[in-house]
């Protein structure tokens, strides 16, 4: 369930400028990445929080997707 504070005009933009950063990073292109971060950051403070909170479930999906396909 998203808080109000997750529905916010504000939130979903810092959110998808977050999401590009990742994909920036994940290309080679970590000022791009860090630019982007920033510009998130100034539209919500809070979202490298919510950021690593879903780097560190999907961290978990993974490493559970690894070892049910070495079994």
Do not use: C, F, N, W
């Given at each position: 369930?998203?808080?109000?504070?997750?529905?916010?005009?504000?939130?979903?933009?810092?959110h998808e400028i977050a999401e590009e950063a990742l994909d920036?990073?994940?290309?080679?292109?970590?000022?791009?990445?860090?630019?982007?971060?920033?510009?998130?950051?100034?539209?919500?403070?809070?979202?490298?929080?919510?950021?690593?909170?879903?780097?560190?479930?999907?961290?978990?999906?993974?490493?559970?997707?690894?070892?049910?396909?070495?079994?």
């Open positions: 369930m998203a808080t109000r504070h997750e529905q916010t005009p504000e939130h979903k933009k810092a920036r990073a994940a290309e080679g292109d970590p000022r791009k990445a860090r630019e982007l971060i920033e510009e998130a950051k100034r539209l919500d403070p809070k979202i490298g929080e919510e950021m690593s909170r879903e780097a560190a479930e999907e961290q978990k999906q993974a490493d559970r997707y690894v070892d049910k396909s070495d079994k």
